[in-house]
């Protein structure tokens, strides 16, 4: 069975502060895929970034960045600067792989990080 | 390229009533997904087709849902005699992907609301 466990509820800052969003995973799976979305108001699920379990290495784009560690099954998200339009639920996500890097279909969910960033 | 849509939007139906969804995918994507999202809680797996194929279905789909893709491209999904527990956002995505994994990213479409009564 898998299983992602989104550390915090909800956490609040003050615009320009920095906020890391925690993710934590379970799987027996060799090979896996790990992924962060975005879902604002509005309801729609954006997806963010996806990393494979294969490859280690940290990501940044812009004000985000993603420290992926393998050691410790965890995949945390931290949004640098924070804005206002960054205010939205975020779901960390995780889906199984077979041998070959092979992929297997659903996606597990995390329950989810209420962000609220405070002019 | 327009990216997932669903229809419709929201949906108000009475405990009992037989509703269906519609899911257009991403032209071209070859898998689709139905996901469901209750008030706090992350989307839960449903079921999920490549092709015309339905390859898995969760234990949350119960013997009143059906999905079907008949050609491929769009997918319906099905729920017979509703019941109030079944009012939840319902999710569609759709994804790319090669048989080695590359480009499995899942893109969603607003999703289809539905509240039973």
């Known amino acids: 069975a898998q299983k992602v466990t989104q550390v915090q509820t909800e956490i609040s800052v003050v615009e320009k502060e920095d906020v890391t969003l925690d993710c934590v995973y379970e799987?027996?799976?060799?090979?896996?895929?790990l992924f962060w979305y975005k879902q604002p108001p509005s309801g729609e699920l954006v997806f963010l970034i996806r990393?494979?379990?294969?490859?280690?290495q940290n990501e940044i784009s812009g004000r985000y960045s993603w420290n992926f560690q393998k050691s410790t099954s965890s995949f945390n998200f931290t949004i640098t600067a924070s804005q206002v339009v960054d205010s939205a639920v975020y779901f960390c996500?995780?889906?199984?792989?077979?041998?070959?890097?092979?992929?297997?279909?659903?996606?597990?969910f995390g329950q989810g990080t209420i962000l609220t960033v405070h002019p | 390229d327009t990216g997932v849509s669903q229809d419709p939007r929201h949906k108000i139906t009475k405990r009992g009533q037989n509703v269906t969804f519609r899911c257009d995918p991403i032209?071209?994507?070859?898998?689709l997904y139905w996901y469901r999202q209750t008030l706090g809680q992350g989307p839960e797996f449903l079921t999920y087709?490549?092709?015309?194929?339905?390859?898995?279905k969760s234990r949350l789909l119960s013997d009143r849902f059906s999905a079907e893709r008949p050609k491929g491209s769009f997918s319906t999904l099905e729920i017979q005699r509703t019941e109030q527990g079944d009012s939840a956002m319902y999710l569609c995505?759709?994804?790319?992907?090669?048989?080695?994994?590359?480009?499995?990213?899942?893109?969603f479409g607003p999703g289809t609301r539905l509240t039973v009564l």
């Open positions: 995505a759709s994804s790319d992907e090669l048989a080695d994994g590359s480009y499995n990213e899942q893109f």
């Open positions: 799987t027996r799976d060799t090979t896996y895929y």
């Open positions: 990393r494979n379990s294969f490859d280690e």
């Open positions: 996500a995780l889906r199984g792989g077979g041998a070959g890097g092979t992929s297997y279909g659903k996606l597990t």
């Open positions: 032209s071209e994507h070859n898998r």
């Open positions: 087709f490549q092709n015309e194929a339905q390859l898995e």
